[in-house]
């Protein structure tokens, strides 16, 4: 770093002259500080999502085992499994956990695949941030972070398989129950009085509760069935599609808390070489103002010489 004279000897303001100068040089790392800011944004709604869908996956990581739901008191005269009501009522109580952490999930996913992108909102400057209160960027911050998962190929892939894990029939199993629908769990049809309930799961308790005392054992054969395709049963289903998703998530931008400029993901691989293109422009940028700050240096001290020079022969001319 040099020496930076401001002007003593010319009256010129320096620092302003060369603030300026620099400004429009700031631009383009400006620029690729936004998209840096904005690449980091996004891997946080990527780890956001699979935070979203986690519980889901554990739902259908327990519910595909039979040692996780109630088992058989015994049997009745023809051989048929008997559970008790308290059993039934565990059974009813598992799948209704089961459809509330869906609804979640869903919810979380949905509305960030139809959010609304704020394109007239970007990401701040520090020079803006600094005429801004604090209030004022985080509001404006929540805007610019809005669409940036809008209609995205995993998040939307994920959505459209969990839906049909629900609502495809269970074809590996002779049973009386083959899909959650002859259970009394379907999906919510979109219903502009109440739109909320569109792509969710209902439970009809009625008829839930009595697929459950009719054959209690078939409704958690529905779940617990493995295989290959439509032959696996909802719960492996579910637990299969989660973790694949949330493995392709943490393949392209990492995992909560992680750091945003890991080369091991592929939206950490990009924030790092943001990173080091900011890291060189600044240092360019940096030299080519200790360059500038010389040249008035050198300016300023050919002025300072001449204005010696010209007080000696008004000394001298007396």
Request: net charge neutral; proline share 2%.
């Amino acid at each position: 770093m040099v020496m930076r004279i401001t002007g003593l000897s010319s009256g010129m303001d320096i620092d302003g002259m060369v603030s300026k100068l620099m400004k429009a040089e700031q631009l383009p790392i400006d620029n690729l500080n936004k998209q840096k800011t904005k690449n980091e944004w996004l891997q946080d709604s990527y780890r956001a999502i699979n935070t979203a869908i986690y519980p889901l996956s554990e739902q259908g990581k327990q519910l595909q085992y039979s040692y996780n739901w109630p088992t058989a008191s015994g049997t009745d005269g023809s051989g048929n499994p008997v559970f008790t009501q308290a059993d039934q009522d565990a059974i009813y109580a598992k799948i209704n956990s089961f459809v509330s952490a869906y609804n979640d999930t869903s919810v979380a996913m949905k509305s960030k695949l139809d959010e609304t992108v704020e394109r007239s909102y970007q990401p701040l400057t520090s020079d803006q941030k600094k005429a801004m209160s604090d209030d004022d960027i985080k509001n404006w911050e929540i805007k610019a972070k809005q669409g940036l998962l809008r209609g995205d190929t995993i998040v939307s892939k994920a959505y459209s398989e969990f839906r049909s894990d629900l609502t495809t029939g269970v074809t590996g199993i002779a049973s009386t129950y083959k899909s959650l629908a002859d259970i009394g769990v379907t999906t919510g049809a979109y219903n502009k009085f109440d739109p909320s309930i569109a792509g969710k799961l209902l439970v009809d308790s009625t008829k839930l509760k009595a697929a459950i005392a009719a054959d209690p054992q078939a409704v958690i054969n529905l779940f617990t069935t493995h295989g290959t395709g439509t032959d696996r049963g909802i719960a492996q289903r579910i637990y299969e599609d989660a973790g694949n998703t949330m493995s392709e998530i943490s393949k392209k931008a990492g995992s909560t808390n992680g750091s945003y400029t890991s080369t091991y993901t592929s939206l950490g691989k990009k924030d790092n070489d943001l990173a080091q293109k900011i890291a060189d422009m600044t240092e360019k940028l940096n030299k080519k103002e200790d360059h500038i700050y010389r040249m008035f240096s050198t300016m300023e001290t050919a002025i300072e010489k001449g204005n010696s020079q010209m007080s000696w022969l008004q000394s001298q001319m007396g």
